[in-house]
């Protein structure tokens, strides 16, 4: 074993606490409307984890769960209330919507000062041109990570693996602005390992358990690994782990019947890398705790506003 484990816990810790800090010397409660879709068994998960760390730095957060079949007409209409309602600070619609629903409409109907996803084209767009936005919260995250470890970003040159507009595209802006020399890979990328082979800093969020192999990583090279992957054949886990870690991996399987794991081939990436984000237990903690950091920045400004 070679790298360092980048664990999200410790840096994910101290933005919720000094989060909590803030909230604690307002003279109010920044409030969090939490949109769930349907029963997407990760997606109820992932909301759970969201309401409880806002409970945990003083965010007062409300669940809002609708039908499977809500129309995309009746989902808009319960955003403009929440969007209208002077109370509500902060707007997150979980993904994924069901397919009858159009992503974009929906994400462009919050109010871009509430929208603490940083997904309204608004953000978006100000994101891009280097001006103080609400960014979406993962790449924030790795950002704050990188930063926090100590990880010089500046002249690095940093690849990024995928170009979703939640992940990668906003990821590649942000080391931009850091001043990172920035590449984006993508599946229509030619000889994609010999591009990320080059990379001071990998970043990959493709959704495709393991892609990224020793053949593909530089070097002492950081690899911060933003995928989410179910492993559900528990032979495939020896291919992923070896030693204390795969027993710990089966033992997890046996009570669970899956495994989560990242893009990054976790066996092979220890051996090359010099840091690592382990999943789960990396990148995915950031994103809740800049979640927190975005609704307290929601709710100070648009309320320095009113
Ligand atoms: N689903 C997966 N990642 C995200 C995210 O960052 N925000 C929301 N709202 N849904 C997600």
């Keep these: 074993m070679k790298a360092c484990i980048l664990s999200g816990k410790p840096v994910a810790e101290q933005i919720k606490n000094e989060v909590k800090e803030e909230i604690r010397k307002l003279d109010f409660r920044p409030v969090l409307a939490v949109i769930r879709v349907g029963d997407d068994p990760a997606s109820a998960i992932y909301v759970k984890n969201k309401i409880k760390a806002a409970e945990e730095v003083g965010i007062v957060s409300e669940h809002y769960h609708f039908a499977e079949e809500i129309?995309?007409?009746?989902?808009?209409?319960e955003i403009d209330k929440l969007n209208e309602n002077p109370e509500i600070d902060a707007i997150l619609v979980q993904l994924p919507l069901p397919r009858h629903i159009e992503?974009?409409?929906?994400?462009?109907?919050?109010?871009?000062?509430?929208?603490?996803?940083?997904?309204?084209?608004?953000?978006?767009?100000?994101?891009?041109?280097?001006?103080?936005?609400?960014?979406?919260?993962?790449?924030?995250?790795?950002?704050?990570?990188?930063?926090?470890?100590?990880?010089?970003?500046?002249?690095?040159?940093?690849v990024v693996v995928g170009r979703s507009n939640i992940v990668g595209k906003p990821m590649a802006i942000?080391?931009?602005?850091?001043?990172?020399?920035?590449?984006?890979?993508?599946?229509?990328?030619?000889?994609?390992?010999?591009?990320?082979?080059?990379?001071?800093?990998?970043?990959?969020?493709?959704?495709?358990?393991?892609?990224?192999?020793?053949?593909?990583?530089?070097?002492?090279?950081?690899?911060?690994?933003?995928?989410?992957?179910?492993?559900?054949?528990?032979?495939?886990?020896?291919?992923?782990f070896d030693g204390e870690e795969l027993e710990k991996r089966?033992?997890?399987?046996?009570?669970?019947?899956?495994?989560?794991?990242?893009?990054?081939?976790?066996?092979?990436?220890?051996?090359?890398?010099?840091?690592?984000?382990?999943?789960?237990?990396?990148v995915g903690l950031l994103t809740v705790a800049m979640l927190m950091k975005n609704t307290l920045k929601a709710a100070i400004e648009r309320r320095a506003n009113l």
């Design 71 to 77: 129309s995309q007409e009746e989902l808009i209409k």
């Design 103 to 158: 992503e974009k409409e929906i994400f462009r109907r919050i109010d871009y000062r509430k929208d603490v996803d940083g997904f309204h084209p608004i953000n978006a767009g100000k994101l891009f041109q280097g001006r103080s936005s609400l960014a979406p919260c993962t790449p924030a995250g790795v950002i704050e990570l990188l930063k926090r470890n100590g990880i010089q970003i500046k002249q690095k040159h940093a």
């Design 174 to 240: 942000l080391l931009l602005r850091e001043d990172a020399t920035i590449t984006i890979c993508h599946s229509q990328t030619k000889n994609l390992f010999e591009i990320t082979r080059q990379a001071d800093i990998l970043v990959v969020a493709v959704g495709k358990a393991g892609f990224i192999r020793s053949e593909g990583i530089k070097e002492d090279a950081v690899v911060v690994d933003v995928g989410i992957n179910q492993i559900k054949d528990e032979k495939k886990l020896g291919e992923f």
């Design 250 to 282: 089966i033992e997890i399987f046996e009570r669970r019947g899956t495994v989560v794991v990242g893009d990054v081939n976790p066996k092979e990436a220890m051996q090359k890398a010099s840091f690592l984000t382990p999943v789960p237990g990396g």
